[in-house]
């Protein structure tokens, strides 16, 4: 049962302009949100996150949306810029001392010059 | 700067060979993490520990253990090694005396079994 969802494997988009990237979840317990980065060989990196006390998180070019009754977050990368190009996770977690982190299947985004 | 650090980038392993994957962290976190990353199959946890000697079974254990003797170092085993094992390992870890926080990453195993 995957509790966090990414359907689209894939975006491209031209440099300068948006990237949204969506995920879905099913757990209502979920109340922490993710999103990290992934070049290809290397560790996966923190990006931005947001509690579900919030609807919004902004960090420099990088927001995440959250929509608790959807169950649906997204994050916007504005502009967007080759070095973006990379595969994005999101990720979901409760509260709680010991909780573990659940991760969506990535999407592969492409910023073309 | 925090540092989660993985034993080694590469490892080429034989099928049936007993596989340590060691993995440290300096930032005195106590939960620490396995995943491996397969293509379209994102990042699946394999086993989690909340403080030494703890450990708990995440979404795919089957075929790996771990160990966890010191707070700073968490190990993951593969017991007998075989060819459907060949994946990124990544290990985590995350602070918890704080609600929100995000966890960090080492740079990745590359493992193939031959």
């Known amino acids: 049962d995957q509790q966090v969802k990414q359907n689209s494997p894939s975006l491209s988009v031209q440099e300068g302009r948006i990237s949204i990237l969506n995920c879905d979840y099913t757990?209502?317990?979920?109340?922490?949100f993710l999103w990290y980065k992934k070049y290809p060989a290397e560790g996966p990196t923190f990006l931005i996150s947001i509690s579900s006390i919030k609807d919004k998180n902004e960090d420099g070019r990088f927001t995440v949306f959250l929509n608790k009754s959807a169950k649906h977050l997204s994050l916007h990368i504005v502009p967007s810029q080759p070095g973006d190009s990379a595969v994005y996770f999101c990720?979901?977690?409760?509260?709680?001392?010991?909780?573990?982190?659940?991760f969506g299947k990535g999407i592969t985004l492409s910023v073309r010059p | 700067d925090v540092k989660v650090t993985q034993s080694s980038r590469y490892l080429v392993k034989r099928t049936g060979e007993k596989v340590f994957l060691e993995c440290v962290q300096d930032?005195?976190?106590?939960?620490m993490f396995w995943y491996r990353q397969d293509p379209g199959l994102g990042l699946r946890l394999i086993y989690f520990?909340?403080?030494?000697?703890?450990?708990e079974k995440g979404d795919i254990p089957e075929g790996y253990s771990v160990s966890r003797e010191k707070k700073e170092r968490f190990s993951l085993i593969l017991e007998s090694a075989s060819t459907n094992q060949t994946s990124m390992y990544l290990c985590?870890?995350?602070?918890?005396?704080?609600?929100?926080?995000?966890?960090?990453f080492g740079q990745g195993t590359r493992l193939t079994v031959v």
């Open positions: 990720a979901a977690s409760r509260t709680g001392a010991n909780s573990k982190l659940t």
């Open positions: 757990n209502s317990m979920f109340d922490y």
């Open positions: 985590a870890s995350r602070q918890t005396d704080t609600t929100y926080t995000e966890a960090f």
């Open positions: 930032m005195d976190h106590e939960n």
């Open positions: 520990s909340y403080d030494v000697k703890m450990k």
